[in-house]
């Protein structure tokens, strides 16, 4: 059964007509005879009209498809061993659609999209054959760039499926959401069924790329199942095992990976001495706890030792010396910002809370951002999924039992780069009383903050309150 849409996009025709194609390939190879119901009619989704199809092909199907009956008739063909291949849109989602109605219909797709880079949204990128020896990238060239929509995710599907093929985001912008792994092709077996998804093909004239059709021939002749192919995910049980200790050359307070996978860290530094035995049960005691904090870079591919142990430390040139600050990812840069702080400007006391923001990444190192409206000493950050940062709570000035700071800010990368305050999310309750003359109940407890699973735009906090007989918990 070949379901296609036509209001959503025009490179339908071609797309039907590339799987009519391909379709007749195969049945010719397989000695088949190739039937084929073409439709754009949900009402073809009965149990008796599937129960003789071999492959369901979706062809730019987009918005709400099926009824509850339609949605069950689906469902059992694939649980029971039927075939699905998809075609670009019919991974997207913006507005009400399948995927948000239908969970198995999500789970079957394999992931959605809700937006891609613009202006234009149809530009040039690099695809990358994750799996050259897997039957299902047979034919296919180790990588090739070409033109179309790169779909970003609300959740990235690697840890689900078979990834087949991967988009290269550096290679058509810097607002790429996957960051380093980001599948565009991809199989998966459901129970007895078998699915294969890409989300290229935006272009009608994509349909008679050599590359397309053969990745399409390989997908159909999975989901036909003609073709046998492992599309299982990846393993989510490997046994790993612990490292032997590896010298720092700093106190880290904060540790986060950059886009290219090596380790950044910030810290107290040396005292310039030399301890000869940095592991035993006293510690390194040439690294001294103080405000004279550095940023260390560590290729975990290069092996650290007290010889190089030094040569990742690069000096902190912002106006914020770091100390007590948070950091987050800012995926949108692929960078690590570092936000708030100990105020290093003037003679201001090392524990007055600091407005600074730095932002770091591999390539240009650390740099300063635009200031949050309020110092911030311990705060949180939460990288929502759009790529906004949210900034909450911390203590505005002498450190421990400092006032609180009672208003979030939020930081939107599409919106150029300052601070704009969340003043409906105020709360002297969440964030202590901000220096009223009451007892702040913020102290250095700063919230612990996370997107609600599912929800993926809600922020939770949690704070501790120290009471004469012991210690409670607020929300």
Not at 66 to 91: C, K, S, W
Not at 164 to 173: A, F, K, M, N, R
Not at 222 to 232: E, I, K, N, P, Q
Request: charged residues 20%; negative net charge.
């Amino acid at each position: 059964m070949l379901f296609y849409k036509t209001q959503f996009h025009a490179s339908h025709v071609q797309a039907r007509q590339a799987v009519r194609d391909l379709a007749q390939e195969l049945a010719t190879e397989h000695e088949q005879v190739l039937e084929i119901e073409e439709t754009d009619d949900a009402a073809a989704f009965t149990e008796e009209n599937l129960a003789d199809k071999d492959v369901l092909v979706f062809a730019q199907t987009g918005g709400v498809l099926f009824n509850d009956a339609q949605r069950a008739a689906l469902e059992d063909y694939i649980r029971g061993g039927g075939g699905f291949m998809g075609l670009h849109y019919t991974g997207w989602s913006v507005g009400q659609s399948e995927h948000d109605v239908n969970p198995f219909y999500l789970e079957l797709v394999g992931a959605m999209s809700e937006g891609h880079p613009e202006n234009p949204g149809v530009r040039s990128g690099r695809v990358v054959n994750t799996d050259p020896s897997h039957p299902l990238t047979a034919n296919l060239p180790a990588d090739i760039t070409r033109n179309d929509e790169w779909y970003d995710w609300t959740f990235n599907p690697a840890g689900n499926v078979r990834t087949l093929l991967e988009t290269d985001e550096s290679s058509y912008s810097s607002l790429g959401r996957q960051g380093t792994t980001h599948p565009i092709t991809w199989c998966q077996q459901i129970d007895s069924g078998r699915s294969w998804y890409t989300a290229l093909g935006h272009e009608g004239s994509a349909y008679a790329e050599p590359f397309m059709r053969t990745q399409m021939r390989n997908g159909l002749a999975y989901s036909a199942g003609l073709v046998d192919a492992d599309c299982t995910p990846p393993a989510k049980d490997e046994q790993g095992e612990w490292s032997g200790v590896t010298p720092w050359p700093l106190m880290p307070i904060n540790m986060a990976l950059t886009s290219d996978g090596k380790v950044q860290s910030f810290g107290s530094v040396s005292t310039g001495c030399n301890d000869s035995t940095p592991f035993d049960f006293s510690g390194d005691g040439c690294i001294s706890q103080g405000g004279q904090t550095e940023i260390d870079v560590w290729d975990p591919s290069e092996e650290r030792t007290l010889d190089n142990l030094y040569d990742g430390v690069i000096a902190n040139t912002t106006y914020t010396d770091l100390f007590c600050s948070m950091q987050v990812q800012n995926p949108h840069r692929k960078s690590i910002m570092t936000v708030g702080g100990d105020d290093s400007l003037g003679a201001n006391a090392p524990n007055d809370a600091a407005i600074g923001v730095t932002n770091y990444t591999t390539n240009t190192g650390i740099t300063d951002e635009a200031p949050m409206h309020f110092p911030r000493w311990y705060p949180t950050g939460t990288t929502l999924p759009d790529g906004r940062i949210v900034v909450q709570g911390g203590s505005s000035k002498g450190g421990p039992g400092g006032p609180g700071v009672i208003t979030p800010e939020v930081y939107n990368p599409d919106e150029g780069s300052g601070w704009k305050l969340l003043t409906g999310a105020t709360s002297q309750d969440a964030y202590g009383d901000g220096g009223n003359g009451q007892p702040d109940e913020n102290r250095w407890w700063y919230p612990r903050a996370f997107v609600v699973p599912g929800k993926g735009h809600r922020l939770q906090h949690q704070r501790h309150r120290d009471v004469r007989a012991g210690h409670r918990r607020r929300g």
